[in-house]
């Protein structure tokens, strides 16, 4: 191994062909054998300029051309000096050297500590491409190698994950079976939007998309008579083409809001006995807590208007209007990133309960409407294989946000959806998709924390924080330099995605990086070689992507109508017919709980549960409750830090992705990311439109540029995700130049339920930066060595 596999991307090729990706799926327009632009689709209405990017980012200098090595990690006298990673210079070795490395790593650490000693570590948010797919080809190798340490659950809803399948069902079975845009058209239901439906986020789908449909879905539920209501403390959340009422709630306080919505309807009599009778358990219990029988405090309107500071009035009014006609909640994805995020989506499902809708056309509760191209849309079903992974012998894992933690605190304790579990002890980390130095929270903890192990191998084609902080860098490549199958469970196209550009220097796929290591290594149990025909099975890309597709053919109702494998590539993608009729979650639960009973104990929502009472989770009872979080308006804290932080997703990328894009850097200012601020605010505090600012709390700080906006209540400070973290090396060290807000965030779990990550509970102030700036350097590579 170490020869680069024949992609020859200078064979001919159909014209235009399809590269698919996160953002959508694209014609590539070629000259030769480079590509040159990436088009939408002609039946695609919104495609994202995000993709189109891509093509700037093929080359340039934060492309890795092979792989690199941390030079402090080739001598014996500095490999343990591990405060030099994000600083140390690289030095460019070849494959068969670094595959060297790796395997030689690998081995140590499975000898001398054992698999659970490696953190497998891939967030690449779901990677699109059915083989291509980076944290499949991660499992599959490392469960093949006797397992390793994995995570559970995303950062994008936790806490959601863990505690709906106590209540109502699996996240993702719900998902799956999500209520459509199409039956809220029909229904001219009311939306409530607890956290908004941003339209930025349906650019996006994970495992991609064939046409971006959530803006003109909603628009066209508008026209049907659909009305929206944003609670948000961010006006700009809910499109302002749907005409939405805005309700600027302080942030953090949505449960407050729903029990005292929840209060009015059983005070007026609005509430859904019949339903709550025959479809849950528990509503006894939770009304004891709801009137105040239980704590002496009424759950009412006055009650959470001083909590969320919207008028009482106004609270008791909203639940009239959804008891009086078709009324669907919905709660973001954001609102499970706060302490005690378990609750809120708890409650939503106990007041949609309440007014009875469950299971009705347009009615009942959405997980996630506005998050991603696909929740929402009409599919029908698809079975779409994937790379088989096997089993992971070890069984370690840790709820995905706990990773400091986990390296800080080796053989602590901790408690997980009611257990009690063991953080293990890692000695080597191999990230594969993904950038931790992005998407945890508290940055310069985890930079602590990164210090504990003793190697990190990434598999990276950019220079990103992540590769930087790494001891081994194995060049991997993107979606335009292969060939994959794109399609997801919530989309209606799947998409033969075409190499259309040769692989940029001597970058490999996942696969063939693996295939190298596992040519060194015996597989688990074995004496013998023989690791790499165990994990590629004999086949290469091409020979897996016939695999996958013929038997997703065999799988998928009608897939016996498709193409061959030939002519799907040709054909270029296969469009699902919809269903007969719009989907409506929990629709037969509704018709017969006896004979679709829901995969709860009861078989029943439960509004009360007593396996989550035992968790003995703090203070927290069976059924959802307001607890005040550690930072939020109405404490203390806010004496000193008086601006609630929202961090929320960019309009320019996916996180972190492409932030070196063109798309991405247009919308900077003075190189860093801005930051929204409302004019009040910034008043008090002598800044003005376009001034550089330092926003900081007593966990790090941030350079930004203001923007003076109207579309925020006052108190908040408003700041995207996705700069990358760019620290501060010659002056204060806990400073990002660029504007990460991961460096404000709190790494505190949502509760001992989920553990999940709660960076919107952060509070934080801002002051015009006096002095000259610290330039912005992470676009530019590390200092690159010969070997000495």
């Not at 953090?252 to 009778?277: I, N, P, S």
């Not at 998928?556 to 270029?572: K, L, N």
Request: aromatic share 8%; charged share 20%; proline share 8%.
């Amino acid at each position: 191994m170490g020869e680069k596999p024949a992609h020859d991307a200078s064979e001919p090729i159909e014209e235009a062909p399809i590269v698919a990706m996160h953002w959508g799926a694209y014609r590539a327009t070629q000259s030769g054998n480079k590509l040159v632009a990436l088009h939408g689709l002609a039946d695609d209405p919104a495609p994202s300029p995000i993709g189109q990017g891509v093509v700037e980012t093929l080359s340039g200098p934060c492309r890795i051309p092979q792989p690199m090595v941390r030079k402090g990690f080739l001598d014996p006298d500095l490999r343990h000096d591990t405060a030099r990673r994000g600083a140390d210079s690289f030095v460019p070795v070849s494959w068969d050297e670094a595959f060297d490395l790796v395997a030689a790593e690998l081995e140590r650490v499975r000898s001398a500590h054992g698999n659970a000693s490696i953190y497998s570590g891939s967030y690449g948010w779901a990677s699109a491409g059915r083989f291509h797919h980076a944290k499949s080809q991660l499992r599959r190798f490392m469960n093949m190698f006797g397992g390793s340490t994995v995570s559970v659950n995303t950062y994008s809803c936790a806490a959601a994950e863990v505690i709906l399948p106590h209540v109502v069902g699996p996240f993702m079975q719900l998902l799956a079976n999500h209520t459509s845009w199409k039956s809220i058209a029909q229904a001219g239901s009311l939306v409530i939007a607890f956290g908004g439906l941003a339209k930025r986020n349906g650019q996006v789908n994970a495992g991609g998309l064939g046409r971006h449909i959530q803006q003109e879905a909603m628009l066209e539920a508008h026209r049907c008579g659909a009305r929206f209501v944003n609670i948000a403390p961010i006006r700009s959340d809910v499109s302002a083409e749907l005409e939405p009422e805005w309700l600027a709630i302080r942030p953090g306080t949505d449960v407050a809001l729903m029990l005292a919505l929840a209060h009015t309807l059983v005070r007026e009599d609005l509430h859904d006995a019949d339903f709550l009778r025959t479809h849950c358990v528990g509503f006894e219990v939770f009304l004891t807590y709801l009137t105040g029988e239980s704590d002496g405090q009424p759950k009412d309107a006055a009650w959470a208007e001083t909590i969320t500071s919207l008028p009482a009035a106004a609270i008791e009014d909203l639940a009239r209007r959804m008891a009086r006609g078709p009324t669907l909640l919905n709660a973001s994805w954001s609102l499970t990133r706060q302490e005690n995020g378990e609750q809120v989506y708890w409650m939503m499902v106990v007041l949609a309960a309440m007014l009875g809708g469950i299971g009705r056309p347009g009615e009942g509760f959405g997980i996630g409407l506005g998050a991603l191209n696909g929740v929402g849309n009409d599919f029908s079903p698809l079975s779409l294989a994937a790379l088989p992974t096997g089993r992971d012998p070890t069984g370690s894992f840790i709820p995905v946000a706990r990773i400091s933690d986990m390296l800080l605190n080796p053989g602590a304790t901790y408690r997980y959806d009611g257990q009690t579990l063991t953080y293990p002890d890692i000695r080597l980390v191999y990230w594969v998709g993904g950038n931790v130095f992005h998407h945890h929270q508290d940055l310069n903890r985890l930079s602590r924390a990164w210090e504990r192990i003793e190697t990190v191998i990434v598999h990276e084609p950019f220079w990103t924080p992540m590769a930087r902080r790494a001891d081994i860098v194995l060049p991997s490549t993107l979606p335009a330099e292969r060939n994959d199958i794109v399609g997801t469970f919530n989309e209606t196209r799947v998409l033969a995605s075409r190499q259309v550009s040769r692989p940029f220097g001597e970058t490999l796929n996942d696969h063939d990086i693996f295939t190298g290591i596992a040519a060194r290594l015996r597989a688990n149990g074995q004496e013998e070689t023989g690791f790499k025909d165990q994990f590629t099975e004999g086949l290469d890309e091409e020979g897996w992507l016939r695999r996958l597709y013929d038997a997703t053919r065999a799988a998928t109702p009608g897939g016996d109508a498709w193409p061959s494998y030939e002519g799907f590539r040709a054909q270029g993608f296969i469009d699902i017919p919809p269903p007969d009729k719009p989907r409506v979650m929990l629709e037969a639960f509704r018709a017969n709980p006896e004979n679709a009973p829901l995969p709860t104990p009861s078989g029943r929502i439960e509004i009360f549960s007593e396996r989550v009472a035992g968790f003995a989770a703090g203070d927290l009872p069976g059924h959802p409750v307001w607890r005040a979080p550690a930072e939020w308006l109405g404490c203390r804290r806010a004496q000193k830090f008086p601006l609630h932080l929202v961090s929320h997703q960019p309009e320019s990328r996916l996180h972190s992705q492409l932030d070196h894009g063109p798309v991405s850097r247009a919308q900077k200012r003075k190189n860093r990311e801005p930051c929204r601020i409302t004019p009040e605010d910034a008043a008090a505090r002598g800044i003005r439109e376009g001034d550089m600012v330092r926003i900081f709390n007593d966990r790090g700080a941030c350079l930004s540029v203001a923007q003076l906006s109207n579309d925020l209540r006052p108190g908040i400070l408003s700041l995207p995700t996705g700069a990358w973290y760019d620290p501060d090396r010659d002056g204060d060290p806990t400073l990002c130049k660029h504007g990460n807000p991961n460096v404000l965030t709190a790494d505190r779990p949502t509760s001992d339920i989920a553990q999940g990550p709660s960076a919107l509970t952060c509070l934080v102030d801002v002051e015009r930066f006096r002095g000259p700036a610290p330039d912005v350097t992470v676009f530019d590579p590390p200092d690159i060595e010969p070997r000495g």
